[in-house]
């Protein structure tokens, strides 16, 4: 006769076997696991089949469904952990209740729209316009996303009224917000330099694409009958795109940025939301890494 199944624990401590006089007769064909508890720091429980079969170890897993011989029964460490319970289940469905929550790193998103039209334009000779103009307004578009990302993390108390705080001086709308992120990272302002200049520049381009309006032309121009007239000016929004070959450096400058505030951020982070979700997924870059995360739990319904 086959033995049952070995379930260990931390630091490979088996532990007790389930209290079931039928456990030498478990039909192993069918193992169903339920995730439950799934954080990285959870217990490991190790389901270990005969050498014939299959193994399979999951982390943060506390609940084992399994089916003997047409009937099922639940296996869950109690609370004090030192040993199973077993309850015999009836053919129905088990009803599980699963919770989860996480975020969607926005500006991460964006970036990879900034970088995918970069690219696109760097192979584009002709027709490069339209790409480099959306890679720069989605430029600006991330520094404004991740202003918003960090903050909430490093003073949350400012950005629950958020509209409210920045409708004020010396506060007041885009120019305010980065002032004051600036500030609670200790990051000197240099309107004059690199990267800052660039970042005014995107605003720029981002203003004129958001409040867009056609653009009047009149002139003249003195010349001979052997020259040709003069073409159009270039208009305020054409002149605003920089051309393709000056993307890599914009790209690089926002990245420098960003990354700046990100590492002047870090140690804040650490303090406000030691092992927590929020500190340990917010990487060590400001644009690289996981565009979402999220973390839950699923926990058996019973009737009391």
Request: proline share 7%; aromatic share 8%.
């Given at each position: 006769?086959?033995?049952?199944?070995k379930?260990?624990?931390?630091?490979?401590?088996?532990?007790?076997?389930?209290?079931?006089s039928?456990?030498?007769?478990?039909?192993i064909g069918?193992?169903?696991?339920v995730?439950?508890a799934?954080?990285a720091r959870?217990?490991?429980a190790?389901?270990v089949?005969p050498?014939?079969?299959?193994s399979?170890?999951?982390?943060g897993?506390?609940l084992?469904?399994?089916?003997?011989?047409?009937?099922?029964c639940?296996?869950h460490p109690?609370?004090?952990?030192n040993?199973?319970?077993?309850?015999?289940?009836?053919?129905?469905?088990?009803?599980?209740?699963s919770t989860?929550?996480?975020?969607?790193?926005?500006?991460?998103r964006?970036?990879?729209?900034?970088?995918?039209?970069?690219?696109?334009?760097?192979?584009?000779?002709?027709?490069?316009?339209y790409?480099a103009?959306?890679?720069q307004?989605f430029?600006?578009?991330t520094?404004e996303?991740y202003?918003?990302?960090?903050g909430?993390?490093?003073?949350?108390?400012?950005w629950?009224?958020?509209?409210?705080?920045?409708?004020?001086?010396?506060?007041?709308?885009?120019?305010?917000?980065l002032?004051?992120?600036?500030?609670?990272v200790?990051?000197?302002r240099?309107?004059?330099?690199?990267?800052?200049?660039?970042i005014?520049?995107?605003?720029l381009l981002?203003d004129?694409?958001a409040?867009?309006?056609?653009?009047?032309?009149a002139?003249?121009?003195i010349?001979s009958?052997?020259?040709?007239?003069?073409?159009?000016p270039?208009?305020?929004l054409?002149a605003a795109?920089a051309?393709r070959?000056?993307?890599?450096?914009?790209?690089?400058?926002?990245?420098?940025?960003?990354?700046?505030?990100h590492?002047?951020?870090?140690?804040?982070i650490?303090?406000l939301?030691?092992?927590?979700?929020?500190a340990?997924?917010?990487g060590?870059?400001?644009?690289?890494?996981?565009t979402?995360?999220?973390s839950?739990?699923?926990?058996?319904?019973?009737?009391?």
């Open positions: 006769m086959a033995a049952g199944p379930v260990s624990g931390e630091a490979g401590r088996p532990r007790r076997r389930p209290p079931d039928r456990a030498g007769e478990w039909d069918t193992l169903l696991v995730f439950a799934a954080r959870a217990d490991v190790d389901v089949e050498a014939s079969s299959r399979l170890a999951f982390i897993t506390n084992i469904r399994l089916k003997l011989r047409g009937r099922e639940l296996h109690d609370e004090l952990r040993g199973y319970t077993s309850i015999e289940m009836s053919e129905q469905p088990l009803t599980l209740k989860y929550e996480g975020d969607e790193l926005v500006h991460r964006l970036w990879r729209i900034v970088e995918m039209n970069a690219k696109a334009a760097e192979e584009q000779v002709e027709g490069s316009f790409p103009l959306i890679s307004v430029a600006f578009h520094i996303a202003l918003n990302f960090v909430e993390r490093i003073a949350p108390e400012i629950k009224d958020e509209r409210n705080y920045f409708r004020k001086e010396p506060y007041r709308g885009w120019d305010g917000k002032r004051k992120v600036m500030e609670l200790d990051l000197t240099e309107p004059d330099k690199r990267p800052q200049t660039t005014a520049r995107l605003r981002r004129l694409i409040h867009g309006k056609s653009e009047r032309f002139g003249e121009h010349h009958s052997e020259e040709r007239p003069p073409l159009f270039p208009s305020t054409t795109v051309p070959e000056e993307l890599p450096d914009i790209l690089s400058d926002v990245e420098e940025f960003l990354n700046d505030i590492r002047r951020a870090a140690p804040k650490e303090v939301w030691a092992n927590t979700d929020t340990i997924w917010f060590s870059e400001a644009l690289r890494g996981p979402r995360y999220s839950g739990t699923t926990t058996l319904m019973t009737n009391h």
